[in-house]
């Protein structure tokens, strides 16, 4: 009994079941020697008493074992540990074929001919290394997270030499060949058959066959003509369909011969996809006598004696098995046909086959001579012939056809278009056009209205976008729509981000180079984008009338600056004003000035000495004399401003505000410059008024910042 836990072969640790088949159950385990996680094949306790059984099973894993290659669950190790036999393998994370043809309905063409491409590299190897599957299926083919396509569960391979008969052949019914079904000897041309239900499965989301049971749908792999894959999907390109017919022949002979040439064709038809390329061999009706070996007689004894076939197993899931049965099974052993009795039996057969044999040399010789005489269309040609006028009769316009005009057109657009002209589409590269937006085909090799046989494929090129480009404004668009927006026109784009209280989270703030930029296709556009507020927004309160102190811790969630104005209304030590008002929601960690009064403004002849800046890191020291109201001469202001407490060492500005005939003044001192502070002032005012009130500024960005507001004095020099 295999528990979670249970060390096996001293270094696979079992983590867990994770599938279970006919033969054998799967579990994912630790490789602690090798550190990694794998995939173990159990052989279930009923079959571990059967050293028939057991040797086949190693058998078939060291068969497998032999394959390394990119496309196939490759096998690392098969042991047996106090009677548990095991097989470990690649752990493969992903969903099978048969998930994701459930999942989307059908696939599309190109996809389905990728996996079908990498599906065939995967048993080309095995083919190549003498190893046959038999169990071709979607849900032997797995579909990794990183979109690699691996084929799984050779468990019921053989090595191609061996000629094993076995009703385990059969595999899942809906994707048997017809010899497989007939529990006759199978080979790579099998597995060819089995690829090509899988592909008729991928592009259509259905079977071709389906019955009420096991033995039905076996019955119509062997007599019936599955319905075309157009039919379901009118889309289907002729080549692709072509291919599926080819490779789900009936007759082996008339299939693949190997899977190099299936590759081939498959990659043929992404580059040519109504191309005509794909050859049927045409039905064998020389009437060659055959000659039969003896091993051929043996197994026409065995065939005449076969039992009613077992009933089919279940299509299993990820990493199953089929059931597997032993060669005997099939056979009566209650026969008694021997001896004299398979003499006779002979004989008859021959005697028989010989009278079909002369019946068909008379009938050749009818048809030669019929034809001759011109009775008969038969001969060379004649089947180029049958499906050339089969061609004419669904497309009546002849052989030849007018190039239509693709250019401006899609690539979907322009399939549809050829296919019902009969044409083919082959992309060549990309091109700038001016013209035509990124995507659509911008030139096409041969002219439209240009006289064209039927079939001929026309080649084209998509256009990149335009040579010289002009950059959009997507400032103030999603990321999401900027990114879409400057890649459809070919630019290739990065992205910064930082916080911002202006643009909303996920919204693009700047671009260099900026809008309107003259640039070319596939040069760098860096958007910066917000990530929203750094902090989360406060509503700001009242705090006009409190004090200082107060004021402060009502603003807790904020950065106070505080500044000082005489105010003949407030009382001394109360905020006099704010400047964000009552009820707007700022960032918390943002700055707020508060104004706090100084009571009653004195005048320079009753206290000149009291004249101070109201802002303690950045006052004016008046000079030690005081104005006058002597209105004649020049008065000037000398005193000395400190460094403003928010100065960041940026361009000033600098306002004197002087009371003239009882109206304010404003003159503009300095503007658009830098200072050292502290500053010695050197400003001329209105003759006869010894006060004024400096105010300074500080250039932020584009704007002028207030820094504070100075009371001054002034004095007559001369």
């Known amino acids: 009994m295999i528990k979670e836990g249970m060390i096996v072969g001293e270094r696979y640790e079992v983590v867990g079941k994770v599938g279970t088949g006919g033969m054998a159950d799967v579990y994912k385990a630790k490789d602690h020697k090798l550190n990694r996680f794998v995939a173990m094949k159990v052989l279930k306790q009923e079959f571990r008493e059967d050293t028939n059984f057991i040797k086949k099973f190693k058998t078939e894993a060291q068969s497998a074992a032999g394959l390394t290659h990119p496309n196939v669950v490759n096998v690392f190790d098969v042991g047996e540990d106090q009677g548990v036999h095991y097989i470990v393998m690649e752990l493969v994370e992903g969903i099978t074929l048969k998930e994701y043809i459930s999942k989307k309905g059908k696939l599309s063409v190109k996809e389905a001919t990728s996996i079908a491409i990498q599906v065939s590299m995967g048993l080309e190897a095995a083919h190549n290394h003498g190893v046959v599957h038999r169990d071709v299926k979607p849900q032997n083919i797995i579909i990794s997270t990183d979109g690699k396509v691996k084929v799984t569960d050779f468990g019921i391979a053989r090595a191609a030499s061996s000629n094993t008969i076995s009703s385990n052949a059969m595999g899942s019914v809906h994707y048997s060949s017809p010899e497989?079904?007939?529990?006759?000897?199978?080979?790579?041309?099998?597995?060819?058959?089995?690829?090509?239900?899988?592909?008729?499965?991928?592009?259509?989301?259905?079977?071709?066959?389906?019955?009420?049971?096991?033995v039905s749908i076996a019955i119509k792999h062997l007599q019936e003509e599955m319905e075309p894959p157009s039919d379901y999907t009118p889309d289907l390109p002729f080549s692709l369909e072509q291919i599926i017919f080819k490779c789900t022949q009936k007759s082996v002979d008339r299939r693949y011969p190997n899977m190099e040439e299936v590759i081939a064709d498959l990659?043929?038809?992404?580059?040519?996809?109504?191309?005509?390329?794909?050859?049927?061999?045409?039905?064998?009706?020389?009437?060659?006598?055959?000659?039969?070996?003896?091993?051929?007689?043996?197994?026409?004894?065995?065939?005449?004696?076969?039992?009613?076939?077992?009933?089919l197993p279940a299509e299993e899931d990820y990493y199953d098995s089929t059931e597997d049965f032993d060669d005997e099974e099939l056979i009566d052993d209650d026969d008694e046909d021997s001896g004299g009795g398979l003499n006779h039996r002979l004989e008859k057969a021959m005697t028989i086959g010989g009278f079909i044999i002369g019946a068909l040399i008379i009938g050749v010789l009818i048809v030669f001579?019929?034809?001759?005489?011109?009775?008969?269309?038969?001969?060379?040609?004649?089947?180029?012939?049958?499906?050339?006028?089969?061609?004419?009769?669904?497309?009546?316009?002849?052989?030849?056809?007018?190039?239509?005009?693709?250019?401006?057109?899609?690539?979907?657009?322009?399939?549809?278009?050829?296919?019902?002209?009969?044409?083919?589409?082959?992309?060549?590269?990309?091109?700038?056009?001016?013209?035509?937006?990124?995507?659509?085909?911008?030139?096409?090799?041969?002219?439209?209205?240009?006289?064209?046989?039927?079939?001929t494929t026309i080649k084209y090129k998509l256009s990149s976008g335009s040579a010289v480009?002009?950059?959009?404004?997507?400032?103030?668009?999603?990321?999401e729509t900027a990114e879409r927006t400057l890649k459809e026109m070919g630019f290739t784009v990065s992205t910064t981000k930082s916080y911002s209280y202006d643009y909303e989270i996920g919204t693009v703030m700047s671009m260099t180079p900026a809008a309107g930029t003259q640039s070319t296709s596939g040069e760098m556009v860096t958007l910066e984008v917000s990530m929203g507020n750094e902090y989360e927004d406060a509503m700001v309160p009242n705090v006009i009338g409190m004090d200082e102190t107060a004021a402060k811790a009502a603003l807790a969630a904020f950065n106070v600056l505080v500044e000082s104005a005489s105010s003949d209304t407030t009382p001394e030590g109360q905020v006099m004003s704010q400047s964000i008002a009552e009820g707007v929601y700022a960032e918390k960690g943002s700055s707020i000035t508060i104004t706090v009064s100084t009571g009653?403004?004195?005048?320079?002849?009753?206290?000149?000495?009291?004249?101070?800046?109201?802002?303690?890191?950045?006052?004016?020291?008046?000079?030690?004399?005081?104005?006058?109201?002597?209105?004649?001469?020049?008065?000037?202001?000398?005193?000395?401003?400190?460094?403003?407490?928010?100065?960041?060492?940026?361009?000033?500005?600098?306002?004197?505000?002087?009371?003239?005939?009882?109206?304010?003044?404003?003159?503009?001192?300095?503007?658009?410059?830098?200072?050292d502070f502290p500053y010695q002032l050197d400003i001329t005012g209105e003759p006869g008024v010894g006060e004024g009130t400096l105010y300074l500024y500080e250039l932020i960005g584009s704007d002028y910042v207030e820094l504070g507001h100075y009371p001054i004095a002034f004095q007559k020099v001369d």
């Not at 480009?469 to 990321?479: A, N, S």
């Open 180 to 214: 497989q079904v007939r529990g006759g000897y199978s080979d790579e041309k099998s597995d060819i058959y089995s690829l090509g239900i899988t592909m008729y499965e991928m592009v259509t989301g259905v079977v071709p066959f389906e019955g009420d049971t096991t």
């Open 267 to 311: 990659k043929h038809s992404l580059i040519d996809p109504q191309g005509d390329f794909v050859k049927l061999v045409p039905l064998n009706t020389d009437g060659k006598t055959v000659v039969f070996q003896g091993e051929d007689i043996d197994a026409i004894r065995k065939t005449n004696t076969v039992k009613e076939v077992p009933p």
């Open 369 to 455: 001579i019929g034809n001759a005489a011109g009775l008969f269309s038969f001969g060379p040609g004649s089947g180029d012939s049958d499906d050339k006028t089969a061609k004419e009769t669904e497309n009546p316009e002849g052989d030849m056809v007018e190039v239509p005009d693709l250019t401006g057109k899609t690539e979907e657009e322009a399939t549809q278009i050829v296919k019902e002209l009969y044409l083919g589409l082959q992309y060549t590269e990309e091109e700038t056009s001016d013209t035509y937006a990124k995507g659509l085909i911008s030139s096409q090799e041969i002219e439209p209205g240009t006289e064209v046989q039927k079939y």
């Open 469 to 479: 480009l002009t950059l959009p404004d997507v400032v103030g668009e999603t990321q």
């Open 600 to 675: 009653p403004e004195s005048t320079p002849e009753e206290s000149p000495e009291a004249e101070a800046s109201p802002d303690p890191d950045a006052t004016a020291t008046p000079t030690p004399e005081g104005g006058s109201t002597d209105a004649s001469g020049t008065w000037k202001c000398t005193q000395t401003l400190d460094t403003p407490a928010t100065y960041t060492g940026g361009m000033v500005k600098m306002e004197l505000v002087q009371e003239v005939n009882s109206s304010p003044k404003v003159d503009t001192i300095m503007e658009g410059k830098t200072v």
